[in-house]
């Protein structure tokens, strides 16, 4: 299964960007699908996630401003970014994990991620 993504780029402080992330393959089911961000030098850091159940989980940074949307039938996630700053200055990498409902392996796959810029 491959995640392909897009919509990273630079925008000035206060705009918004639309990330996309689909799946080559369909996953009806699996624990979490999200977005994660990392910094040069820093470690990974949740973003925003959502369930097969659509239950969603938000970084305090980030509540308010960005929004998850999920196309099920697609298998494919939307981040909406409203109101960005400076510091969501990073790269974005898109993951979905679970359990296969078939084979019952577990599976954590990774994007190639999406450079997001905010700045003046």
């Known amino acids: 299964v491959q995640l392909v993504e897009s919509g990273g780029g630079l925008v000035q402080p206060g705009g918004s960007l639309r990330l996309s992330c689909a799946a080559s393959?369909?996953?009806?089911?699996?624990?979490?699908m999200g977005w994660y961000r990392q910094l040069p030098g820093k470690q990974r850091e949740l973003v925003a996630t959502?369930?097969?159940?659509?239950?969603?989980n938000y970084a305090d940074s980030v509540k308010g401003r960005f929004t998850l949307v999920r196309d099920a039938p697609k298998t494919t996630l939307y981040l909406q970014m409203n109101n960005l700053k400076p510091e969501d200055t990073a790269v974005y990498s898109c993951?979905?994990?679970?359990?296969?409902?078939?084979?019952?392996?577990?599976?954590?796959?990774w994007g190639q991620g999406t450079q997001v810029t905010v700045s003046s």
């Open positions: 959502i369930t097969s159940d659509d239950a969603t």
């Open positions: 393959e369909n996953i009806f089911v699996f624990e979490t």
């Open positions: 993951n979905i994990n679970g359990v296969s409902e078939w084979s019952f392996e577990a599976f954590d796959y």
